[in-house]
């Protein structure tokens, strides 16, 4: 029996044109708790409706608890629990009648798991949905995804729009529900403070392209920061392998790598900067490294830089296009492997 | 289940309330005319048809066009049942409140219509049968609106072509219960094949659509079939009206590449000839051709009589269609729309005191009186006595349905008369052919008023009258009548003159102050279609067309006597061949036809075939269509199977389904082509990194040179650690392949 509750293989679909999830290649380890990180538009929710075969992939494959995910069987579907992005609930239906109405789709459903996670809300059974807050209705929502006591959390952007108590809430919730070792949460979330606290593992899409998959602590460990200070202007940058971003402020340059930081350090130092520090890396800062087009743009920080001050002579944007990838680090399910 | 039994309820209650509310009005105004069971009338069935089916389709596209939105799709999707469970569930809600609010409305009718003193005329547990035939052909309706509301394709796409199932199930129930009749078991059980099919073809369709709502190619196959089907019948009906629409307008314009529409008519000349002859439908347009004269009895069908347009005095309605002599009922305004009673009298005259039916059990007249709506009067033979007395005698057999209406059309008779220098007196008749009814043993007039009952003319029996014909003009009006006794049958006129072709010994010759000659008329005649009869100064003329069966669709032949004005038989031409109407369709008609099937039933259904007479010249109802129709109507087939080959071959189809396009294609011509577009999801072709050839992107190798797909562009930020490791199986890939 594998060990991964949710594979794919160059999963891809397409709208029109336009790949949303392009040769997604994924795996996610029983009782881990799984961070899907990505832009808006970046394949996120395409890529859950995919798994839960609410969505038909162009090609590739899918398959969720070992079960192919076009073809889940209400057997399956009964071990896995999915908040959608809106935190759906039929707005005409009370808190007691959710209850009931969700109790009768699923085979078990823990009473007490429901109570307890309205009271963490503090919602009142009686309450039409339509009345309740959009943080109430996530909570709604969250209670109503628990008690069935899934063995795999399916939650799209469950704190989207929540506030800050809300949010603390839900995250222990899911704290709450990753008690149990064989429990999996797969969540796809913006706010990365959330996903620092709770997540082991992180993918993120750009694109709809899979450009992280890895353990938290081993994406820390490989996204690397450092601080240039000149006296002069900044002179130009020279080609780093791994170059996440480029940020340019007065007389400093923050350069974001990955990967490749003892040769990026190596790099710097070659320039000849007055000081070079580096600095700690928090994996809000790193995650926005990857969504911010990875150094082909410039941050918006820089932007502004370059608007009400003179452009540092010599600054051009990194050419990252025609650097060479990094043997060794091909995405899992490659064919060409 | 029950708690999807319960939140479908709680949230479409609603729709069946405004769909009940609805319903009651529509059948409170289909009752709106007091003196008849709305009900029985045909007026009602349409009504039932149209409006029964728009309810069921609002209400399944309203049950599921909401729900299918993304997320609240997604929750309802997502969990330990299965998507049938959940239409299930959809499906017994929706109907149920279907039925509730088209049942109560119209149990509610019945249970009115029943009261003694509702509605001047008899009531029968029978009336309410057209509705709940039509409440069972809205059903599938429900599927419709279903497949509407829940499939993610383009609203001007696909999206709408599901109705097209449905549709050809109501115009089948429509044509069981106008044709078969009920309550008849062979009218029951063909209803019942009919929403059978429908309903099957639908729900599979459906389910289908739950499983799966964005992907034609990830449905069950019998689903997909079940869709193009229903798909190909809308496509087919779309066809149909642009057929009519477009060709018909074309033909408006008169482009000289068109070809005109054709009539072929009967008239009779100046010269006492009935000659078959064939114009323009236009009338700008001077096209005639005379074909024959009938009055001839050696002329061939090669020989066209000399004649001109200006000689054609009278024209004599000879159509083949069933319509002229036996019309279905709702042809049949203001007959047979009582249920089994048949009501006397025209129900949209000015108001009359008394409302006359015939009980065909009983086979006796009832008389409602219009003021009290109840029943007053009973009648037989013997005349009429108050409701709560018994009749005396009884009638033995029905009055005949010809007494309702005017079958022959004397359109040029006064004209004729005129140059024959004839008076019209000769042939004005006193009697009120509004108040005639004729029953087997003779004529009677049935005064509405009085009322009063009188038999003006008997026959004895074993002779029975089979037949009366009647000319009108707005002031003047004249009778002939026909009746037989199973080997006699003659043509009574006034005045006693007597035209009789009888049959002693399988022949037919004529007989009284007539007798002249023998005829052979193998077939029996048991009714008389269509009837003419013109008086010229050198001679009479006298067309008829026999029924082999009086209610049934098969005619005879056509027989032509020309006698002299004494009554002498010098001619009896026995043909074929009546007017019609040739509706050149253009070639859009040839466009959209599938060759093959037109072709075969061409063949296989030969009009010649089905009206011929051994020994008498036949001649082809329809015309064969031109060289240039059918060289059209075949390539066009061709070139949609061609088409249709090339587009499975360039999308990659299994071979079955490839024989299924192509089989279909071949079946349906344009029709199935279409079907294949509008149904198939688009396989976007991408060129391939290693050949450079296109190659489908659903595929996961290139057909061609078998490359996977290139990895997506990477520049060394990629960090895959730890989980590249991964035990995933190539294998899990394969089966997506197509």
Not at chain 1, 284 to 307: C, E
Not at chain 2, 437 to 458: C, I, M, N, T
Not at chain 2, 641 to 652: D, E, K, N
Request: aromatic share 8%.
């Amino acid at each position: 029996m594998t060990d991964n509750v949710i594979e794919t293989c160059r999963l891809t679909k397409y709208y029109g044109a336009k790949a949303a999830v392009d040769q997604l290649s994924l795996t996610v380890p029983r009782g881990s708790v799984f961070a899907f990180l990505g832009r808006n538009g970046s394949g996120k929710t395409t890529t859950i409706r995919l798994l839960l075969g609410l969505e038909t992939a162009t090609r590739g494959t899918a398959r969720v608890l070992g079960c192919d995910s076009q073809s889940l069987t209400p057997e399956m579907r009964n071990r896995i629990g999915y908040l959608t992005e809106s935190h759906f609930a039929y707005g005409w239906m009370t808190i007691d009648e959710c209850e009931r109405f969700q109790s009768g789709g699923f085979r078990q459903w823990n009473r007490e798991l429901f109570d307890a996670v309205i009271r963490h809300f503090g919602l009142a059974r009686s309450s039409r949905v339509r009345h309740l807050s959009r943080g109430e209705r996530a909570g709604v929502c969250l209670a109503m995804t628990l008690a069935p006591e899934p063995e795999l959390l399916v939650l799209d952007d469950p704190a989207l729009g929540l506030d800050p108590v809300a949010r603390r809430a839900l995250l222990e919730a899911i704290l709450f529900v990753t008690r149990d070792e064989r429990r999996t949460v797969f969540f796809s979330s913006h706010l990365l403070d959330d996903v620092e606290r709770v997540a082991d593992h992180i993918a993120i899409l750009d694109g709809g392209v899979l450009r992280v998959l890895c353990p938290a602590e081993e994406f820390r460990r490989r996204v690397g920061a450092w601080i240039v200070r000149f006296e002069g202007p900044v002179p130009q940058l020279p080609p780093l392998a791994g170059l996440l971003g480029v940020t340019c402020l007065g007389n400093e340059m923050r350069v974001t790598v990955a990967n490749e930081l003892e040769a990026a350090e190596v790099a710097l130092r070659s320039l000849s900067g007055v000081e070079i520090k580096s600095v700690p890396v928090g994996l809000d800062d790193a995650v926005v490294s990857y969504m911010d087009d990875r150094g082909r743009r410039r941050s918006l920080l820089q932007t502004i830089a370059g608007k009400t001050t003179s452009e540092p002579a010599g600054i051009s944007p990194p050419d990252v296009g025609n650097l060479t990838p990094v043997r060794g680090l091909t995405p899992p399910g490659s064919p060409n492997e | 289940m029950r708690t999807l039994l319960w939140k479908e309820f709680r949230e479409n209650w609603k729709w069946g309330v405004l769909l009940l509310v609805a319903s009651a009005i529509g059948h409170a105004a289909m009752q709106s005319n007091e003196r008849r069971i709305a009900l029985f009338t045909t007026d009602y069935l349409m009504f039932a048809a149209f409006g029964f089916s728009l309810g069921a389709l609002l209400l399944g596209v309203l049950q599921t066009v909401f729900e299918a939105q993304r997320d609240r799709w997604a929750y309802l999707r997502h969990r330990a049942i299965t998507p049938e469970r959940i239409l299930l569930a959809k499906v017994i809600v929706g109907l149920s409140l279907y039925a509730v609010a088209v049942l109560i409305p119209l149990l509610l009718l019945t249970v009115w219509s029943s009261i003694p003193g509702k509605v001047p005329a008899p009531f029968h547990w029978s009336a309410p049968l057209n509705g709940l035939v039509m409440l069972l052909a809205g059903a599938p309706y429900w599927f419709a609106g279903a497949l509407i509301g829940v499939r993610d394709v383009r609203w001007y796409g696909t999206r709408l072509l599901p109705v097209g199932g449905p549709i050809m199930g109501t115009a089948g129930m429509v044509i069981v219960v106008e044709s078969v009749g009920l309550p008849t078991l062979a009218g029951g059980c063909a209803a019942l094949i009919v929403f059978a099919a429908t309903m099957t073809a639908m729900a599979v369709a459906t389910a289908g659509a739950f499983r799966n709502r964005t992907g034609y190619l990830n449905q069950t196959r019998r689903s997909r079939w079940c869709l193009a089907l229903s798909s190909a019948v809308s496509l087919g009906l779309l066809a149909c009206a642009a057929l009519m629409t477009i060709g018909g307008t074309l033909e408006d314009l008169r482009l000289p590449w068109m070809w005109p529409s054709r009539i072929v008519l009967h008239e009779i000349d100046r010269h006492g000839r009935l000659i078959r002859w064939e114009r323009a439908v236009d009338p700008h347009d001077p096209y005639a051709r005379a074909l024959c004269d009938l009055t001839v009895v050696d002329q061939g069908e090669g020989i066209a009589p000399s004649v001109s347009v200006s000689d054609l005095v009278m024209s004599v309605s000879l159509s083949h269609g069933r319509s002229d002599g036996n019309p279905p009922r709702f042809l049949r305004r203001g007959f047979g729309q009582d249920g089994p009673y048949r009501r006397l009298g025209d129900l949209w005259a000015n108001p009359r005191p008394h409302h006359w039916f015939f009980d065909p059990n009983e086979r006796v007249l009832l008389g409602y009186e219009q003021r009290t709506r109840r029943l007053t009067w009973r009648a037989g033979p013997d005349g009429i006595v108050p409701a709560d007395q018994p009749v005396a005698q009884r009638f033995s057999s029905g009055p005949s349905e010809s007494v309702r209406s005017s079958r022959i059309v004397w359109s040029g008779f006064a004209e004729v008369q005129r140059q024959a220098g004839q008076s019209l007196e000769r042939i004005k008749s006193a009697l009120d052919w509004t108040q005639a009814l004729q029953f087997e043993d003779g004529l009677y007039l049935l005064d509405h008023d009085r009322p009063r009952l009188s038999r003006v003319y008997a026959v004895e029996a074993p002779d029975r009258l089979i037949d009366l014909a009647i000319t009108q003009r707005q002031e003047e009006s004249a009778m002939w009548m026909v009746h037989d006794r199973v080997i006699r049958k003659f043509v009574l006129t006034e005045g006693d003159r007597v035209l009789a072709p009888i049959d002693p010994n399988g022949h037919a010759r004529v007989t009284d102050d007539l007798v002249r000659g023998e005829f052979t008329i193998p077939n029996a005649l048991q009714g008389i279609g269509q009837f003419g009869f013109a008086e010229l100064p050198e001679k009479n003329l006298v067309v008829y067309r026999a029924y082999r069966d009086g209610a049934a669709f098969e005619q005879g032949a056509l027989h032509t006597f020309v006698a002299t004005p004494e009554g002498k038989i010098l001619r009896h031409i026995v043909s074929n061949g009546g007017s019609s109407y040739h509706q050149r369709v253009s070639l859009f008609g040839a466009v959209l036809l599938p060759a093959i099937p037109a072709t075969t039933l061409t063949a296989w259904w030969s009009p010649a075939e089905r009206l011929s007479i051994p020994g008498v010249p036949i001649e082809s109802v329809v015309s064969p269509p031109s060289r240039e129709f059918v060289i059209v109507m075949w390539a066009s087939s061709l070139l949609s199977l061609l088409v249709t080959a090339l587009l499975v071959w360039h999308w990659r189809f299994s071979r079955t389904s490839s024989l299924g396009w192509l089989a279909a294609t071949a079946v349906l011509g344009p029709a199935g082509l279409l079907t294949l577009l509008t149904l198939r999801e688009r396989v976007l072709n991408v060129a391939c990194s290693g050949c450079h050839k296109p190659r489908p992107r659903t595929s996961e190798r290139c057909p061609h040179c078998g490359q996977y797909f290139a990895e997506p562009e990477r520049n060394g930020t990629e960090i895959y650690a730890t989980l590249a490791e991964s035990k995933l199986s190539r294998s899990i890939a394969e089966p997506v392949t197509r």
